[in-house]
């Protein structure tokens, strides 16, 4: 995400809550009394739409799994395990 990106979607956000969260200082920011107060409010809320996503992902990530066995290694070594699963 570019600078520019950035720096419209921070002003996007100060316009639709009608206030400034970040004092813009030579090429920094630094979070006003209200940025401060709004980030304490909405960090948990990032964490758990952070692990949801997680989840989710995870869930999503289960796949068919093939084993492949010759017959001699069932019949000697693994036995009818295999063909339970």
Not at 8 to 31: T, V, Y
Request: overall charge positive; proline content about 4%.
């Amino acid at each position: 995400m570019t600078q520019a990106a950035v720096s419209h979607q921070i002003k996007s956000l100060e316009d639709f809550l009608g206030l400034k969260l970040f004092r813009r200082r030579n090429r920094s920011l630094l979070l006003t009394e209200e940025g401060q107060s709004y980030f304490q409010d909405i960090k948990d809320i990032f964490s758990q739409l952070t692990e949801a996503t997680r989840k989710l992902q995870a869930r999503s990530a289960k796949g068919a799994l093939t084993v492949s066995l010759l017959p001699s290694f069932c019949d000697s070594v693994a036995g009818p395990a295999p063909f339970k699963l």
